[in-house]
Every structure is written in C-alpha cells, then in structure tokens.
C-alpha cells in the first residue's frame, strides 16, 4: 500500500488530501480537505486571480497540516517539528497539480510540494488538473462499481467540456471538446444573465429543481440544443447564452417572476447537448463504463439523465465530493502513477507550473 500527499491549488480551492491504495484495486482518500474561496470571489461575479493567489498563499500550509491530521498522521493541526516531520515521512510521495488553470495559483502549489518533495526526499509527481478530475472516479463511485477500460469520459467543468476515452492508464484520445464555451461557463454566464451570483451551476441548479417539484416550465420560448443534429462529438454553448440575453431583452423571459422555469430551460437545454452527445459517443465507441466528471457533474439533473439514459454499460459519477476541485482526485492520480512508476519526476527542483498544460498520454 502506498501513500500520497496530493495538493491541488489551481483555480479558487486550496486543496490537500492524503490517499492511499495499492494503484490495482479503487484508490481510497484518508482526508480530502477544500478550503473554498467561492465566498470571497463571488462578490466580483468571478474568480479575482491575484486575490486567488494570495489566499492560496495563506492558506496552503495551514490546510497541508488539517489533511495531515484529518489522515491520522498528527493528532494536532498544530503539529512541529518531530510530530510534523514523523507525519511526512509516512508519506510515500507528493503529488501536485502543475496546470491548467491560473498560474498565480498553480504556482503556490507547485512551490510548496517542491518544497516539501525536497526537505523529504519523497517523489514528487507532477499531475495534470484533467487527469485529476478522470481519476476522480478510481476513488470509487457512489454505488461502489469499479471502473473498467476502455472507459468513456465526459468531462464538464467551467473551463472544459469533453469527450475522453481512456483504453488503459494514462492513455487518453480526446473524441471530440467545446468550440466556444464549456459547459459550466455556460451554466455561470447564463445565470448571471438570469440575476444569480457566482459560481452559478449551482444556482441555476436549485432554482430548475424547484420549477421541476411543481413541474412548471417556459412556454414562451425554446432554447437552443447547438450541434445536437450533426455527427461530430463537438460541443457548443455560446449560442445559449446569446439566446438567454434575447429572450430577456424581447419579454419571453421575465424575471425575477420566470426564474424558476428559465433556470430549468438553461439546465435542460445544458443536459440535452451533454447527454445527447455522450449517447452518440458510446453507441460509436461501445466503451465498458462511462463516467461523468468535473464540477458540473455535481449537478443532480445530469447525474440523474446520464444514469438513465445510458443502459449499454455501467456509469459512474464520483462521490459529490470530488465532483468540484479536490486534491483527493489529484492523490488518486499520484497513486497510480507512482505504484506504476509512471510520470515520477526526475529532478523535484525541475518541476514547473503551466497554465496553459494539455491532457498528454503517458
Ligand atoms: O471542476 P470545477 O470545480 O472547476 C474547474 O476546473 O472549472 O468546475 C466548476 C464549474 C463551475 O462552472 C460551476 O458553475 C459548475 O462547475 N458547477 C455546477 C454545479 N456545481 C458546480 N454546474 C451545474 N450544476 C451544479 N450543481
Ligand atoms: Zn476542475
């Protein structure tokens, strides 16, 4: 059995976890600890990166020792000295995400695994964000059903959307990506069009859910489903929001009266493309499990109409949990790497963020 300490600080969440496993059977996170900037950015109706930054810069250390205890290494998040240092070595390796995402924020992570690698001498396994958010489901699903390859990924968060297939560990062929917008981006700029605050996934998400308990919906105007009727596995999300603005401007959505069934347009009009482009793609590629990932998989409706609606193989959705930006999904990817003496860096000093980093086999 291995151990990893994951940190995970690319966009809004300082994140830190301890996971463990033996990288065969379903990895299993001993702590997996978010420390949620979502408060402070919402007032800027965004993510603010400098602010990002130096939050993250408070805030790395403090949450490092919260997993470390929450894991069963320290009895004290105040721990020093020989406490802290028995609690390191304990660890196998330390793995960290090096990109994409804000490089302000990757960089605070970076630097203090390389830190930590260095004093240690412990591994230090550089992850990609995306490879995080696929291995998020081999830290088991919700009904306990273990994944098996080839694996077909939907991959929806607020900077990407995708369709991966994954026909072994660390081997990924991208099917087919958003032109424009990606999914969650389209759930927070249709949101704030609807008057919801930041992020607004889940905004939009509670105010469909309660249109749905009394089963209203918007009869004045049909949103659009962009590049359902073609062949590609392309997506498109910027037509929606544009389609939003103008049912507004033109009086077919009123707000606030209409929000409740303008937010259960959005999201169904979301959930059709998602759904409807994932069938597509497991009728071509027959795959032996699906699984939906990233933050917009957190959303109850898609969770529901991707279970439902696939029935040629066993879907699998991660627990809430490591749906959102966690590090538990970065330690899951760590473990398997490291068992498998995969993507190991040579030289812990040589490491860099990129924000710019692509999904890349191997
Ligand atoms: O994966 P994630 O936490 O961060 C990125 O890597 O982007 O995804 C964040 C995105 C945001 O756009 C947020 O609005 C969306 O996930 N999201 C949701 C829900 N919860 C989070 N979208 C729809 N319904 C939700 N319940
Ligand atoms: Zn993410």
């Not at 969440?13 to 600890?33: K, R």
Request: aromatic share 6%.
């Amino acid at each position: 059995m291995a151990r990893i300490l994951a940190l995970e600080t690319s966009c809004d969440e300082t994140a830190a976890a301890v996971v463990t496993g033996d990288g065969q059977s379903p990895a299993v996170a001993l702590s997996n600890v978010v420390a949620s900037q979502i408060a402070l950015h919402a007032q800027y109706g965004g993510v603010f990166p400098d602010l990002a930054a130096r939050e993250h810069t408070k805030r790395v250390l403090p949450v490092i020792a919260l997993a470390l205890k929450e894991a069963g290494l320290t009895t004290d998040i105040h721990a020093k000295g020989e406490a802290l240092q028995a609690a390191l070595r304990s660890i196998d390796a330390i793995a960290v995400t090096v990109g994409p995402g804000l490089i302000g924020p990757l960089l605070i992570g970076t630097t203090a695994a390389k830190q930590l690698a260095v004093l240690t001498t412990k591994p230090l396994l550089p992850i990609n964000h995306w490879e995080g958010h696929l291995y998020s489901v081999f830290l088991g699903a919700e009904d306990g059903t273990p994944p098996k390859f080839p694996l077909l990924f939907l991959t929806v968060s607020g900077g990407h959307t995708s369709l991966i297939l994954m026909r072994d560990h660390f081997t990924y062929e991208i099917l087919g990506s958003t032109i424009d917008d990606a999914a969650g981006e389209a759930f927070d700029k249709c949101a704030r069009l609807l008057g919801l605050g930041y992020p607004g996934g889940p905004a939009i998400s509670r105010h469909a859910g309660l249109a749905r308990e009394v089963n209203a919906t918007l009869d004045t105007v049909i949103l659009p489903r962009p590049m359902l009727e073609r062949h590609s596995l392309q997506f498109s999300f910027s037509g929606l929001k544009t389609a939003v603005r103008y049912a507004i401007d033109r009086g077919q959505i009123h707000l606030p009266a209409q929000l409740d069934v303008a937010a259960r347009a959005v999201e169904d009009a979301i959930v059709d493309v998602l759904v409807g482009r994932l069938r597509q793609a497991v009728a071509q590629y027959t795959p032996a499990t699906v699984a939906v990932v990233g933050g917009v998989s957190a959303n109850p409706e898609l969770r529901r109409r991707a279970t439902q609606e696939i029935t040629h193989c066993p879907v699998l959705i991660p627990k809430f949990e490591y749906c959102t930006d966690n590090a538990a999904m970065i330690g899951a990817a760590g473990l398997f790497r490291y068992t498998q003496g995969v993507g190991i860096a040579p030289n812990p000093l040589e490491v860099d963020a990129n924000a710019a980093l692509r999904l890349a086999s191997a």
